[in-house]
């Protein structure tokens, strides 16, 4: 999961990463606006709908992973995680499909942890379920942010360890920059 701040770089590093998968993967991708453009060879792109005036039915996030796990992809790509789609995408991404991504607004891992527990509450889950998803689902968590001179970078990548004895969520860093003005 690639996690930051509006206009830090998110999806153009979700691009690069998928750049990166070989031309036997399929792999698809799941956004509410085309803003990946996935260099990758076998691309199966879905989009959500608003409903029509005149009775058309809106396609949402949740029916659209749904539909992402019928197509035998290798990868499941979905463009940022808002709401309560947040429980169907931990649901794909439990199931064993290697590689997954996905972006969510938070400005470390902790936070970004406690975002998606807080949209899939909201989606009706209870914290241990929740909690549980997250252990199997995320392996590691990407963190970007923007310097005060407004040049934008890695932050932090965190591991997801699983859950601990207490039930909540164990990560660590793997790499964490220095801070801005001081040394790590």
């Known amino acids: 999961m690639v996690c930051a701040n509006p206009r830090v770089g998110k999806t153009t590093l979700l691009g690069l990463l998928l750049g990166e998968v070989t031309a036997a993967e399929r792999v698809v991708v799941v956004e509410d606006a085309p803003e990946l453009r996935p260099r990758c060879p076998h691309v199966v792109r879905l989009e959500t709908r608003p409903g029509g005036p005149e009775g058309g039915r809106a396609v949402e996030f949740r029916d659209l992973v749904r539909q992402a796990l019928r197509m035998r992809p290798d990868r ?109």
Do not use: F, K, Y
Request: hydrophobic share 50%; net charge neutral.
């Open 76 to 184: 499941i790509v979905v463009g940022e995680v808002r709401g309560t789609e947040v429980v169907d995408v931990l649901a794909a991404l439990a199931t064993g499909h290697e590689g997954c991504m996905t972006t969510v607004h938070a400005r470390a891992a902790d936070e970004a942890l406690v975002r998606l527990e807080g949209m899939a509450l909201l989606a009706g889950l209870p914290v241990p379920a929740i909690r549980a998803q997250l252990a199997v689902s995320l392996d590691l968590v990407v963190v970007l942010g923007r310097d005060p001179d407004g040049r934008r970078g890695l932050r932090q990548i965190a591991q997801v360890d699983g859950a601990g004895p207490n039930g909540r969520l164990r990560w660590h860093d793997l790499w964490r920059s220095a801070p801005a003005g001081g040394s790590a």
